[in-house]
């Protein structure tokens, strides 16, 4: 199943986000490391982690970095002071309420905490358990959970204790736990790379290269992986390729205007709509090109004479013939490297993602996260997804409750009666456009078959010798009839079967049955919530895991069926 898993109520503590500002999906870069460090080392230790800030933003340069520190004593709070030096925003996550955080520092450690503290850019309780220690493990599933990079101050020893340096380089290399159901197998974005500054700590001997950064990326595990470099050359790739993918994403939402919306999740979803609309515009455009332009030479192929007849010269029959032709593959390039189609395809997941999510958010369900349940089986170039998700609700605030939270908030409603409306009229629109081609393709079918049969007629009577001689057609006229006898039917079976090929291509058929389904599905669950049967969240989460599921087997159908050549 390549759709929604029951179950998406991610185990993480629950958090509040006020302030982070972020038009753009930004790199999210986790920080641990260890509290004790040598006090000689800290200088180099800050330059260290400022050139791993640059080198993440050479290879990234559409992406703004967002830095997570649980602002502990030592190598968080070093990392933080050294992020907002270069004017990089920081989440400071706390594991517990700030008074009682402070009775973990020296007097000295909470000067500097202090300082640090108001200039985040966000601070958050993250901790749920009156447990102390329960607070730092959750600190570390977080920072584990939602950056992209971790940058981790480490000497490379086990872990002493839960919610230390090594757990959190664990869990990033390994996978969270707690995401749904502990699953077996942990690929991106569960897992991700670790940027290692290798770290002395006081009144211990240093490590072997001291002062160093190593870059640790995962495993890709499978039967591809013949190797441990070459596992971990493909866990690279892979997770080049999401930000590559993410990047892109970006710099195609900064071509649109910022939303109005005051939910910033709702103004988020409202650009990747735009985006995604505008990237369907130009696969629409392209394809209509492509199978125009090879349609034009097929005709030129079949009408246009290459011996001189006809008084056309055999010159301009081939530049005809050859020019479409290259105008087909010309526009068929463009669209191939472009990637119109995936772009199109991908943003509409996330755009139809981010609504699940908004509605789910409105009515109360905050605690369940769309990317933990959407294409769990697309573990590699669909994975990107799954990160732009959980990024998203990260910067956009979904973790905070409003006291309107409810499954009648108008916000839900809009979401079940705009689909009800859309997957109506999205139906009725895909089974015109099928009946459209359906008709065009025997038309032209037709009318070939009608116009070679006329001359196939004409001709047999000349020869029969039973046409009038007044309207009998000279002698040089025969080869021209016989050429009509053939053209029409050739000409119009071509077209029939671009014709046919266009619909397939478009899925009306396909995505006429699927807009009906949801229709059916969206105007249930609106009168189960009318007339009040059942509780009304569930409802509405069961209605969520439909549609996520529903595109999820929609993108993955087109996907499996890619902008190709004209068939014919």
Same mark, same amino acid.
């Given at each position: 199943m390549c759709g929604a898993t029951r179950g998406s109520d991610v185990r993480l503590p629950k958090f509040r986000i006020v302030s982070l500002q972020f038009e753009l999906l930004p790199l999210v870069v986790g920080v641990t490391g260890h509290r004790d460090l040598s006090a000689e080392a800290e200088g180099p230790l800050r330059a260290l982690f400022g050139e791993a800030l640059e080198r993440l933003q050479r290879r990234h340069p559409s992406m703004q970095l967002l830095v997570l520190s649980g602002l502990a004593a030592g190598a968080d709070i070093l990392a933080a002071e050294e992020a907002l030096e270069r004017g990089i925003a920081v989440f400071a996550c706390l594991p517990m309420p700030q008074a009682e955080y402070e009775?973990?520092?020296?007097?000295?450690?909470?000067?500097?905490?202090?300082?640090?503290?108001? @200039?985040?850019?966000?601070?958050?309780? &993250?901790? #749920?358990?009156?447990? *102390?220690?329960?607070?730092?493990? %959750?600190?570390a599933d977080f920072i584990a959970y939602y950056c992209h990079v971790l940058v981790a101050f480490w000497d490379g020893l086990e872990a002493r204790g839960p919610g230390g340096t090594a757990q959190v380089v664990e869990l990033r290399r390994g996978g969270v736990p707690s995401m749904v159901g502990d699953a077996l197998v942990a690929y991106m974005p569960d897992v991700g790379p670790v940027f290692q500054i290798i770290t002395p700590r006081r009144d211990q001997p240093p490590p072997a290269e001291s002062l160093s950064i190593r870059e640790i990326y995962p495993e890709r595990q499978g039967w591809r992986a013949r190797s441990k470099t070459a596992a971990r050359r493909a866990g690279e790739e892979e997770?080049?390729?999401?930000?590559?993918?993410?990047?892109?994403?970006? @710099?195609?939402?900064?071509?649109?205007? &910022?939303? #109005?919306?005051?939910? *910033?999740?709702?103004?988020?979803? %409202?650009?990747?709509?735009?985006?995604?609309n505008r990237q369907q515009q130009k696969t629409l455009r392209s394809l209509r090109g492509l199978y125009v332009a090879t349609a034009l030479a097929g005709a030129a192929q079949l009408v246009l004479p290459t011996d001189g007849s006809f008084h056309i010269p055999s010159w301009a029959?081939?530049?005809?013939?050859?020019?479409?032709?290259?105008?087909?593959?010309?526009?068929?390039?463009?669209?191939?490297?472009?990637?119109?189609?995936?772009?199109?395809?991908d943003y509409r997941a996330i755009a139809e993602a981010l609504r699940v999510q908004y509605a789910w958010c409105c009515a109360g369900l905050r605690n369940r996260l769309v990317e933990a349940s959407y294409l769990q089986m697309q573990q590699s170039e669909l994975a990107w997804i799954r990160l732009a998700l959980r990024t998203a609700y990260l910067i956009t605030g979904c973790g905070i409750a409003q006291p309107d939270d409810s499954p009648s908030r108008s916000e839900s409603v809009r979401w079940i009666d705009g689909q009800v409306e859309y997957y109506e009229a999205a139906g009725k629109r895909e089974e015109t456009h099928l009946h459209r081609i359906e008709r065009a393709t025997v038309a032209v079918a037709v009318t070939g078959f009608a116009l070679s049969a006329i001359a196939f007629m004409a001709g047999w009577m000349m020869t029969h010798h039973l046409m009038?001689?007044?309207?009998?057609?000279?002698?040089?006229?025969?080869?021209?009839?016989?050429?009509?006898?053939?053209?029409?039917?050739?000409?119009?079976?071509?077209?029939?079967?671009i014709f046919r090929f266009y619909a397939q291509q478009r899925g009306f058929n396909e995505n006429a049955r699927r807009y009906q389904h949801m229709f059916t599905v969206f105007d249930a669950a609106k009168r189960r919530l009318r007339e009040q049967h059942g509780d009304p969240r569930k409802v509405l989460e069961q209605l969520g895991h439909e549609a996520l599921s529903e595109h999820a087997a929609w993108l993955i159908l087109h996907r499996e069926r890619p902008l190709t050549f004209v068939h014919t």
């Amino acid at each position: 199943m390549c759709g929604a898993t029951r179950g998406s109520d991610v185990r993480l503590p629950k958090f509040r986000i006020v302030s982070l500002q972020f038009e753009l999906l930004p790199l999210v870069v986790g920080v641990t490391g260890h509290r004790d460090l040598s006090a000689e080392a800290e200088g180099p230790l800050r330059a260290l982690f400022g050139e791993a800030l640059e080198r993440l933003q050479r290879r990234h340069p559409s992406m703004q970095l967002l830095v997570l520190s649980g602002l502990a004593a030592g190598a968080d709070i070093l990392a933080a002071e050294e992020a907002l030096e270069r004017g990089i925003a920081v989440f400071a996550c706390l594991p517990m309420p700030q008074a009682e955080y402070e009775k973990d520092f020296t007097p000295a450690e909470l000067e500097r905490f202090r300082r640090v503290l108001p @200039r985040c850019a966000e601070v958050a309780v &993250v901790g #749920t358990s009156a447990r *102390r220690e329960q607070g730092y493990v %959750d600190v570390a599933d977080f920072i584990a959970y939602y950056c992209h990079v971790l940058v981790a101050f480490w000497d490379g020893l086990e872990a002493r204790g839960p919610g230390g340096t090594a757990q959190v380089v664990e869990l990033r290399r390994g996978g969270v736990p707690s995401m749904v159901g502990d699953a077996l197998v942990a690929y991106m974005p569960d897992v991700g790379p670790v940027f290692q500054i290798i770290t002395p700590r006081r009144d211990q001997p240093p490590p072997a290269e001291s002062l160093s950064i190593r870059e640790i990326y995962p495993e890709r595990q499978g039967w591809r992986a013949r190797s441990k470099t070459a596992a971990r050359r493909a866990g690279e790739e892979e997770f080049e390729d999401a930000l590559a993918h993410v990047e892109r994403f970006n @710099r195609d939402l900064s071509r649109e205007p &910022v939303s #109005t919306a005051q939910n *910033r999740l709702a103004a988020l979803g %409202d650009r990747v709509d735009a985006a995604s609309n505008r990237q369907q515009q130009k696969t629409l455009r392209s394809l209509r090109g492509l199978y125009v332009a090879t349609a034009l030479a097929g005709a030129a192929q079949l009408v246009l004479p290459t011996d001189g007849s006809f008084h056309i010269p055999s010159w301009a029959g081939i530049a005809a013939r050859v020019g479409f032709l290259a105008i087909a593959f010309v526009v068929f390039a463009v669209a191939k490297r472009s990637d119109y189609e995936n772009r199109y395809q991908d943003y509409r997941a996330i755009a139809e993602a981010l609504r699940v999510q908004y509605a789910w958010c409105c009515a109360g369900l905050r605690n369940r996260l769309v990317e933990a349940s959407y294409l769990q089986m697309q573990q590699s170039e669909l994975a990107w997804i799954r990160l732009a998700l959980r990024t998203a609700y990260l910067i956009t605030g979904c973790g905070i409750a409003q006291p309107d939270d409810s499954p009648s908030r108008s916000e839900s409603v809009r979401w079940i009666d705009g689909q009800v409306e859309y997957y109506e009229a999205a139906g009725k629109r895909e089974e015109t456009h099928l009946h459209r081609i359906e008709r065009a393709t025997v038309a032209v079918a037709v009318t070939g078959f009608a116009l070679s049969a006329i001359a196939f007629m004409a001709g047999w009577m000349m020869t029969h010798h039973l046409m009038p001689a007044i309207i009998a057609p000279p002698a040089s006229a025969q080869g021209t009839l016989a050429y009509w006898e053939t053209m029409p039917l050739a000409l119009g079976s071509m077209l029939a079967l671009i014709f046919r090929f266009y619909a397939q291509q478009r899925g009306f058929n396909e995505n006429a049955r699927r807009y009906q389904h949801m229709f059916t599905v969206f105007d249930a669950a609106k009168r189960r919530l009318r007339e009040q049967h059942g509780d009304p969240r569930k409802v509405l989460e069961q209605l969520g895991h439909e549609a996520l599921s529903e595109h999820a087997a929609w993108l993955i159908l087109h996907r499996e069926r890619p902008l190709t050549f004209v068939h014919t």
